[in-house]
């Protein structure tokens, strides 16, 4: 182990497994760690890094904007933060923002919301979906809808029931208690990368409409072009109410944003929510290049390299499946995520795990020959650790 790998053991809380790897520098998706071995990236730092590590264009806008003002607080005015906001709205089709600094945030953000919108009408009551993933703050563990999260830290934030991705169920669980809000991600990230049904999720928007029920999408991991368009809802056609994005959206700074639809535009008022942090100036500026570069260009390539992704794997033997949209992708493998990924480790390929499944989220802007070489390798170790083939022998 290393000087630093053995600091990292003795101080920090144990609450990561970390991969055997220190990262000293990087460009775009090529990372090189400090023995000076090189890696291809296929994980952004699980989706932050949307254009890749120390991205220049992405450098020069952040360093323009921290020699002019690092902080101000939300007392006062700021340009990145209030042209950020109005470029949020624009091109989501909401109407006001409120920034914070993570995805559990931004969720916080529209957990209050809808507390506040629905305390007129008694209700209080959230839905979420079974397996989803919503952040580690008290309320948003609650949201989760996932036991293995829970426990150790009982009692749950009250106000969360977990439903199976049915509208029936939806029905059911409102004409018990009438439901405030429901909130889902459209393709379930940590849940193993789940792409909800197409059916569902007009079914449940309409239902939403129709009971005065607020529908928020968390967007936190599949935002800012992750699926193929900015955000995921806009593969579909469908509108929420709330959208909380992070992850992806400063490019690897800390910020997230619950972008609050007409409905909800005014529930909260001043002295309702704050953070200290929120919308950083220095965020809010690199959010503003990543945005900018978000094109209808560049999410054709993300699309692209799906299809790529799609063709280089299947048929692989030890794939069983790929399932995800864009460049969120799982891979369902015969040997077991956690050695592919491990292996990939050895041989300068970084992916990650959801669950039972190989998960892919490189950079947006990711050269297609080093997607090309890294899917490459995906594909032999896969290969290589399936032993299905030999057993049939
Ligand atoms: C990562 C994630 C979160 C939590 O974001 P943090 O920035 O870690 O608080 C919430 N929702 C989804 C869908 C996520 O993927």
Known sequence: MSEIQTLAEKYLANTYQHFPVSIVRGAGS???????????????????????????????????????????????????????????????????????NSGAEANECAIKTARKFGAEKGRFTIATLHNSFHGRTLATLAATGQDIFHQDFLPLTPGFVAVDPEISEVCVVHAQTPLAAVMIEIVQGEGGVNLLELEFLQALADFCAEKDILLIIDEVQTGNGRTGALFAYQNFGITPDIVTTAKGLAGGLPLGATLLGKKVAHVLSAGDHGSTFGGNPVSCAGALNILQRIDDQLLAGVREKEALIRRELTGVPGVRGISGMGLMLGIETIPPAADVVAKCIQRGVLCLTAKNKVRLLPALNIETSDLLSAVRILAEVIRELDTTLDQAA
């Open 30 to 100: 090529h990372l090189w760690d400090d023995q000076g071995r090189e890696y291809l990236d296929l994980g952004s730092g699980i989706a932050v890094n949307s254009f890749g590590i120390a991205d220049p264009q992405w450098s020069a806008a952040i360093a323009d904007q921290l020699g002019k003002v690092q902080h101000t607080s939300n007392l006062y005015y700021s340009e990145p933060v209030a042209r950020l906001a109005q470029t949020l709205c624009e091109r989501s089709g909401m109407e006001k923002v409120f920034f914070s």
